[in-house]
């Protein structure tokens, strides 16, 4: 089933989540649990029997996409809230990384990561939330790799 549709997967220890999603509106979702596809007993952490399991679960489904939005589980994620003063956007990336590394115990170069500033006021002046989210960069590049093969 080749479409324009949207098509997300939710990657975690358990098995993947693939929903499909047309003009905003939820179309079918399926859950495939990992436990429930043992590949002659193998391990199902290695990566070709990942793989495996996702392109039967794909090709079961009709499910044909070039573009696959990931979801990392939160336990997978690191979500951390901090609050900076007030700053242009050059300085602002400097000072996150800064701050983010008192809460983060792991190098940045371990992590993909991204922020999302939030204006707020508090005692009546003006500051920036900041909402730091990471996760390990082995396990993005190795889910990127997995799909990409399926």
């Known amino acids: 089933m080749a479409s324009s549709n949207n098509f997300a997967l ?13 003009n905003h509106a939820s179309v079918r979702s399926l859950a495939v649990s990992f436990s429930s596809q043992m590949i002659d007993g193998s391990d199902l ?3 070709l029997h990942m793989t ?3 392109q039967k679960a794909l090709r079961d489904n009709r499910i044909e996409t070039k573009k696959v939005h990931l979801a ?3 336990k997978d ?3 951390r809230s901090f609050v900076l003063p007030v700053m242009n956007a050059n300085e602002l990336n400097s000072a996150v990384e800064f701050e983010a590394k008192k ?3 792991l190098s940045f170069k371990d992590l993909h990561y991204s922020f999302y500033s939030v204006n707020i006021t508090e005692n009546k002046i003006k500051k ?6 990471a996760v390990k960069r082995e396990l993005i590049d190795r889910a ?7």
């Not at 990127?144 to 399926?150: D, E, G, K, Y």
């Open 10 to 22: 939710l990657w975690s220890e358990e098995g993947f989540i693939i929903a499909e999603t047309a």
């Open 45 to 47: 952490k290695d990566d």
């Open 52 to 54: 495996a399991i996702l």
């Open 72 to 74: 990392i589980s939160a």
């Open 77 to 79: 994620s690191i979500i």
């Open 103 to 105: 809460y983060i115990p």
């Open 128 to 133: 920036q939330r900041i909402i730091f989210i």
């Open 144 to 150: 990127v790799s997995i799909i990409s093969s399926a």
